[in-house]
């Protein structure tokens, strides 16, 4: 299996604009997860969802912020609009659930400027 | 809150060295520990999974151990190699959903040769 993948890898953007992550899950992987990380606040869970079903969204900072996961095996986190402090990498995982290993994408890494 | 420190934050050591990174968790309702390893503009791969009724784990030159009553694990890394050098993350989880992580801010290993 290729892993997780996600893309872009790289995106610079202008304030305002909208911004859409994308993420293919392992195969056969129930729960998928986004996390973003920063120097100042190291690694966040943002959004999980198990089955295609978002379960937990607590970590969304703001209504900017939106994930969907049409089906099995996409999922999208979307930013609109756009700030400066959204600069981070942003990170998709999948597991196939239960006490079952994690896999992390190579994660997209965003500048907002 | 559940808060996850590491220490040290930073770790340089000579090829060959025994090493031991720290964790500590402020609240010891956990259900599992995961040690993790970043490489620089890449994503997390998944070293030890302890569950909280588990002592130990060991892969390989990887020994990590679980004190879930004192909030504390240890990650041992033998014979340290120059490939060595990355950053180890901590994480924990609250629940038998192991991609529902709280992580540590990590400590950045460089072997030297």
């Known amino acids: 299996d290729a892993g997780v993948i996600q893309s872009p890898r790289h995106e610079v953007t202008e304030m305002g604009q909208e911004v859409t992550l994308r993420c293919k899950p392992i195969s056969g992987h129930n729960s998928l997860f986004w996390y973003r990380q920063t120097m100042m606040r190291g690694l966040e869970l943002l959004i999980y969802?198990?089955?295609?079903?978002?379960?937990?969204d607590s970590g969304m900072p703001e209504d900017r912020f939106s994930a969907k996961m049409p089906n099995a095996s996409f999922s999208t986190l979307k930013i609109q609009p756009s700030e400066p402090r959204d600069s981070a990498v942003y990170f998709c995982?999948?597991?196939?659930?239960?006490?079952?290993?994690?896999?992390f994408g190579e994660g997209s890494w965003l500048t907002v400027v | 809150k559940q808060e996850v420190t590491q220490i040290p934050a930073a770790l340089s050591v000579p090829e060959g060295e025994n090493l031991v990174l720290n964790c500590s968790f402020t609240?010891?309702?956990?259900?599992?520990l995961q040690w993790f390893r970043q490489d620089p503009g890449k994503g997390l791969t998944s070293l030890l999974l302890?569950?909280?009724?588990?002592r130990e784990q060991t892969s390989g030159r990887l020994n990590a151990s679980l004190d879930k009553s004192s909030g504390r694990s240890t990650l041992y890394i033998a014979a340290s190699q120059p490939g060595d050098s990355a950053t180890y993350l901590c994480a924990v989880s609250p629940s038998s959903n192991t991609g529902k992580l709280i992580f540590g801010q990590g400590t950045t290993l460089q072997v030297k040769p």
């Open positions: 609240d010891s309702a956990i259900y599992n």
């Open positions: 969802f198990n089955n295609n079903v978002p379960i937990d």
């Open positions: 302890i569950q909280s009724s588990q």
């Open positions: 995982a999948s597991t196939s659930g239960g006490g079952n290993t994690i896999y």
